[in-house]
C-alpha cells in the first residue's frame, strides 16, 4: 500500500476543512435580532457561536475550530472567540498561533481576568516573564480575591527574569496586605535573596521568622547554613550556640549540631554531641536515627574519608559499653557495622536486636536495605516475609517486594505486589503511596506491552492527581513511543513544561513528540534546550533523539557527528550502529 504524500495530505486536510465549514454554515439558521428568549435577547449569528461551544465542551474540537473560525468571520471584534480559537491552538501545541489570538482576547476585553490569565501563562511559557509578570500584577489589582496568588506568580516570573529588586517589591506589596509576619510570603522573600545571592538580605528576613515563629528551630538552622554559605565561621558557631540552648532536648537539633561539627571534624565536639544524640533519641525508640543522615551527607562528600566511620564506631562501642542498655546506641553501631565494612558483625547485631525487640519496627529496616542494597534479593525477600507476619498494615512491604521485582525485570509478580500496596494505601487513605503504585502499576502495564490497561491506569491517576509530573511526562512519552494520539501526548507533555520548564526529561519528551508529529524544527528548538539543560548529565537518550532530528532536517554532518560521540561512550539504542553504518534513520 502506498502513503500519502505531503502534498495529498494537505488536499486532504483542506478538504475535510471545506467539509467542516459547509456543515457549519448549513446549521447557522437566520436569528431575529431582538428576540428574546427565556429572558436572553438574541443577537445576529448566536446559533453559530452557541454551535461552536457546545462543540467545545464535548471536545469536539475540530468542530468547534471551524465554527469558531466561521463566527469570527462574521464578527470579528468578539474576545470570547479568540480566545476559545486560543485554547483549541494551545491544545494541539501551536504557540504563535495561541499567543496571537490569546492577546487580540485580552486587547478585547481588557478586563477579564480569564483570559488575561490564560495570556500570561502561555506568555510564561514562551518565557517572555516580563508581559507575564504584569498581566499577573493587573489580575492581583484588579481582583482582591486572586491577589495572593497573582502576586506571587508575578514575583516568580520577575525572578526567572533575573529582577530580584522588582520580584521583592512584589511580595512587599503582597505584605501590606497580610500580617507582616506573614510565613509563606517571608519564605518566598528568603527564596528569593538566597537565589540571587543576597545573604545580608535572606539573614534578615530569616531573622524575622525567628522572632515571629520562636517554636521552629528550622529558622536558626538556616541563619546557621546562610553564615556558612557566606563563608562567616564564627558567626556560624555564634549562630549555633543559639540554637543549642534554645532547643537543647530536640533529637533533629541535636543531630544537626553533631553533623555541623563532623562536617568541619571538631573532634572533641562530635563525641561530645554523639553522647548527647544517644540520650535524646532514647525518647523515640521506634523513630528513624536522623544521625545516620548527617552521617551519610558528610560521607557523600568525603568518600575516601573512611577513619572517620572507624572513629564513630570506637566512640558507639564505647557508648553501649557504658550504657549497655541505650539502645538507640546499639542501632548505631549496628548500622556503622554495616556501612563501614564489617556486614556480618552489623548483620549479626540487627538479628539479635529483632530477636529482643520484634515489634520495633525500625530495626528491621535497615537489615532489609542492606540486603537490597548488596543485591541479596531472596534474603531481602525472606525479611520481608518475616516483617509481613508483625506488621501486616505495612505499605513498605509490598512497596519493597515490587522494587525487588522489578530490578529482577519481573514485572508480572511486580504488579502483582504493586495491586496490593495499591489496595493498602486506599485503606489507609494514604494518597501520596496511592500515587506511588499508581504510577508503578502504569509503567509495569506498558513494560508488559499491555498499553490499553496502562493508559487507563494513568486516566485514572490523573483524575486523582491532574498535576502529577511523573505520570504526565511517563504518559506522554509511551504515547510517543507507539505513534498514538500525538496531540493528547503533546498536552500533557506541555503540563509539565508549565510546572517545571526546566526538566531535561520533561523537555526531551515535549521534543520528542513534536518529532514523532514531523514538526522537526519545533522538535530541535525543545532538544536543543533539554541538553543545555542537562549540562554534563545530558542522557545518550536526549542526544540521540536530538541526532535524528538533526538528520530528518538534512543535517546529516551534525546528526553523524552526535550518534558517532554517543557510540564511542558505549551507549545508545539498538539503531544506533544501524543508523551511523547506513546513514539512516531506524526507530
Not at 263 to 281: G, M
Given at each position: 500500500?502506498?502513503?500519502?504524500?505531503?502534498?495529498?495530505?494537505?488536499?486532504?486536510?483542506?478538504?475535510?476543512y471545506?467539509n467542516m465549514?459547509?456543515?457549519?454554515k448549513?446549521?447557522n439558521?437566520s436569528?431575529i435580532?431582538?428576540?428574546?428568549?427565556?429572558?436572553?435577547?438574541?443577537?445576529n449569528?448566536?446559533?453559530?457561536?452557541?454551535?461552536?461551544?457546545?462543540?467545545?465542551?464535548?471536545?469536539?474540537?475540530?468542530?468547534?475550530?471551524?465554527?469558531?473560525?466561521y463566527?469570527?468571520?462574521?464578527?470579528?471584534?468578539?474576545?470570547t472567540?479568540?480566545?476559545y480559537l486560543?485554547?483549541?491552538?494551545?491544545?494541539?501545541?501551536?504557540?504563535?498561533?495561541?499567543?496571537?489570538d490569546?492577546?487580540k482576547?485580552?486587547?478585547?476585553?481588557?478586563?477579564?481576568?480569564?483570559?488575561?490569565s490564560?495570556y500570561?501563562?502561555?506568555?510564561a511559557?514562551?518565557?517572555?516573564y516580563?508581559?507575564?509578570?504584569?498581566?499577573f500584577l493587573?489580575?492581583?489589582?484588579?481582583?482582591?480575591?486572586?491577589r495572593?496568588?497573582?502576586y506571587?506568580?508575578?514575583?516568580?516570573?520577575?525572578?526567572?527574569a533575573g529582577?530580584?529588586?522588582a520580584?521583592?517589591?512584589?511580595?512587599d506589596t503582597?505584605?501590606?496586605?497580610?500580617?507582616p509576619?506573614?510565613?509563606?510570603?517571608l519564605?518566598e522573600?528568603?527564596?528569593?535573596?538566597l537565589?540571587?545571592g543576597k545573604m545580608?538580605?535572606?539573614?534578615?528576613?530569616?531573622?524575622?521568622l525567628?522572632?515571629a515563629?520562636?517554636?521552629s528551630?528550622?529558622?536558626?538552622?538556616?541563619?546557621?547554613e546562610?553564615?556558612?554559605?557566606?563563608?562567616?565561621?564564627?558567626?556560624?558557631?555564634?549562630?549555633?550556640?543559639?540554637?543549642?540552648?534554645?532547643?537543647?532536648?530536640?533529637?533533629?537539633?541535636?543531630?544537626?549540631?553533631?553533623?555541623?561539627?563532623l562536617k568541619?571534624?571538631?573532634?572533641?565536639?562530635?563525641?561530645?554531641?554523639?553522647?548527647?544524640?544517644?540520650?535524646?533519641?532514647?525518647?523515640?525508640?521506634?523513630?528513624?536515627?536522623s544521625?545516620?543522615?548527617?552521617?551519610g551527607?558528610?560521607?557523600s562528600?568525603?568518600?575516601?574519608?573512611t577513619?572517620?566511620?572507624?572513629?564513630?564506631?570506637?566512640l558507639?562501642?564505647?557508648?553501649?559499653?557504658?550504657?549497655p542498655?541505650?539502645?538507640s546506641?546499639k542501632?548505631?553501631?549496628?548500622?556503622?557495622?554495616?556501612?563501614g565494612?564489617?556486614?556480618?558483625?552489623?548483620?549479626?547485631?540487627f538479628?539479635s536486636?529483632?530477636g529482643?525487640h520484634?515489634?520495633?519496627?525500625?530495626?528491621?529496616?535497615?537489615?532489609?536495605?542492606?540486603?537490597?542494597?548488596?543485591?541479596?534479593?531472596?534474603t531481602?525477600l525472606?525479611?520481608?516475609?518475616?516483617?509481613?507476619?508483625?506488621?501486616?498494615?505495612?505499605?513498605d512491604?509490598?512497596?519493597?517486594k515490587?522494587?525487588?521485582?522489578?530490578w529482577?525485570?519481573?514485572?508480572?509478580?511486580?504488579?502483582?505486589h504493586?495491586?496490593?500496596?495499591?489496595?493498602?494505601?486506599?485503606?489507609?487513605?494514604?494518597?501520596e503511596?496511592?500515587?506511588?503504585?499508581?504510577n508503578?502499576?502504569?509503567?509495569?502495564?506498558h513494560?508488559?506491552?499491555?498499553?490499553?490497561?496502562s493508559?487507563?491506569?494513568?486516566?485514572?491517576?490523573?483524575?486523582?492527581?491532574?498535576e502529577?509530573?511523573?505520570a504526565?511526562?511517563?504518559?506522554?512519552?509511551?504515547?510517543s513511543?507507539?505513534?498514538?494520539?500525538?496531540?493528547?501526548?503533546?498536552?500533557?507533555?506541555?503540563k509539565?513544561?508549565?510546572?517545571?520548564?526546566?526538566?531535561?526529561?520533561?523537555?526531551?519528551t515535549?521534543?520528542?513528540?513534536?518529532?514523532?508529529?514531523?514538526?522537526?524544527?519545533?522538535?530541535?528548538?525543545?532538544?536543543?534546550?533539554?541538553v543545555?539543560?542537562?549540562?554534563?548529565?545530558?542522557?545518550a537518550v536526549?542526544?540521540?533523539?536530538?541526532?535524528?532530528?538533526?538528520?530528518?532536517?538534512?543535517?546529516?554532518?551534525?546528526?553523524?557527528?552526535?550518534?558517532?560521540?554517543?557510540?564511542?561512550?558505549?551507549q545508545?539504542?539498538?539503531?544506533?550502529?544501524?543508523?551511523?553504518?547506513e546513514?539512516?534513520?531506524?526507530?
Amino acid at each position: 500500500m502506498t502513503a500519502c504524500g505531503p502534498s495529498k495530505k494537505v488536499a486532504k486536510a483542506k478538504a475535510n476543512y471545506a467539509n467542516m465549514q459547509n456543515e457549519v454554515k448549513g446549521q447557522n439558521q437566520s436569528e431575529i435580532k431582538g428576540m428574546s428568549i427565556d429572558g436572553y435577547v438574541l443577537q445576529n449569528n448566536d446559533r453559530v457561536f452557541f454551535n461552536a461551544l457546545r462543540s467545545y465542551l464535548v471536545s469536539s474540537f475540530d468542530t468547534a475550530f471551524v465554527s469558531f473560525n466561521y463566527y469570527n468571520s462574521l464578527d470579528s471584534t468578539d474576545a470570547t472567540t479568540y480566545y476559545y480559537l486560543a485554547q483549541i491552538k494551545g491544545r494541539y501545541n501551536y504557540l504563535k498561533e495561541t499567543l496571537k489570538d490569546a492577546q487580540k482576547s485580552v486587547a478585547l476585553s481588557p478586563e477579564n481576568k480569564w483570559m488575561q490569565s490564560f495570556y500570561a501563562g502561555i506568555l510564561a511559557f514562551n518565557e517572555q516573564y516580563d508581559s507575564a509578570a504584569n498581566l499577573f500584577l493587573a489580575i492581583g489589582r484588579n481582583n482582591p480575591g486572586d491577589r495572593e496568588n497573582s502576586y506571587l506568580a508575578a514575583s516568580r516570573l520577575l525572578q526567572k527574569a533575573g529582577k530580584t529588586e522588582a520580584s521583592i517589591a512584589i511580595l512587599d506589596t503582597l505584605l501590606s496586605y497580610h500580617n507582616p509576619n506573614d510565613e509563606n510570603i517571608l519564605q518566598e522573600k528568603q527564596a528569593v535573596y538566597l537565589k540571587s545571592g543576597k545573604m545580608d538580605e535572606a539573614l534578615k528576613v530569616t531573622r524575622q521568622l525567628v522572632e515571629a515563629y520562636p517554636l521552629s528551630p528550622e529558622y536558626l538552622v538556616q541563619i546557621v547554613e546562610i553564615y556558612e554559605l557566606d563563608n562567616e565561621p564564627l558567626k556560624s558557631a555564634d549562630a549555633l550556640k543559639v540554637l543549642e540552648k534554645q532547643f537543647p532536648k530536640n533529637e533533629d537539633v541535636t543531630s544537626y549540631i553533631f553533623g555541623y561539627h563532623l562536617k568541619k571534624r571538631n573532634v572533641d565536639a562530635v563525641a561530645e554531641k554523639l553522647k548527647d544524640y544517644l540520650e535524646t533519641a532514647e525518647s523515640s525508640q521506634e523513630k528513624d536515627l536522623s544521625i545516620l543522615n548527617q552521617i551519610g551527607a558528610y560521607m557523600s562528600g568525603n568518600r575516601g574519608d573512611t577513619s572517620v566511620l572507624t572513629y564513630l564506631s570506637e566512640l558507639t562501642e564505647k557508648i553501649v559499653k557504658d550504657k549497655p542498655n541505650n539502645l538507640s546506641a546499639k542501632r548505631l553501631l549496628a548500622s556503622l557495622n554495616l556501612y563501614g565494612g564489617k556486614e556480618e558483625e552489623g548483620v549479626a547485631m540487627f538479628r539479635s536486636l529483632i530477636g529482643e525487640h520484634p515489634q520495633n519496627y525500625v530495626l528491621w529496616t535497615p537489615l532489609l536495605e542492606h540486603y537490597m542494597y548488596v543485591a541479596k534479593f531472596d534474603t531481602a525477600l525472606e525479611v520481608l516475609n518475616h516483617m509481613e507476619k508483625t506488621f501486616p498494615d505495612s505499605i513498605d512491604i509490598p512497596f519493597n517486594k515490587m522494587l525487588i521485582a522489578e530490578w529482577q525485570k519481573n514485572h508480572k509478580t511486580a504488579l502483582k505486589h504493586g495491586f496490593t500496596g495499591l489496595d493498602l494505601a486506599q485503606k489507609q487513605k494514604s494518597k501520596e503511596k496511592e500515587i506511588l503504585f499508581y504510577n508503578s502499576i502504569a509503567h509495569y502495564y506498558h513494560e508488559l506491552g499491555q498499553n490499553k490497561e496502562s493508559d487507563s491506569v494513568y486516566d485514572a491517576l490523573l483524575v486523582k492527581d491532574p498535576e502529577n509530573v511523573m505520570a504526565l511526562n511517563n504518559y506522554a512519552y509511551f504515547l510517543s513511543e507507539r505513534g498514538e494520539r500525538l496531540d493528547f501526548a503533546l498536552n500533557l507533555s506541555k503540563k509539565t513544561l508549565e510546572m517545571d520548564f526546566n526538566n531535561s526529561n520533561n523537555l526531551d519528551t515535549y521534543g520528542w513528540i513534536l518529532y514523532k508529529m514531523r514538526r522537526y524544527e519545533d522538535a530541535k528548538f525543545y532538544l536543543e534546550k533539554a541538553v543545555t539543560v542537562a549540562g554534563d548529565q545530558v542522557s545518550a537518550v536526549i542526544l540521540e533523539h536530538l541526532a535524528d532530528t538533526e538528520f530528518r532536517l538534512g543535517n546529516e554532518g551534525n546528526a553523524l557527528k552526535i550518534w558517532q560521540a554517543i557510540d564511542d561512550a558505549g551507549q545508545g539504542s539498538s539503531f544506533l550502529k544501524r543508523k551511523i553504518k547506513e546513514r539512516n534513520i531506524y526507530e
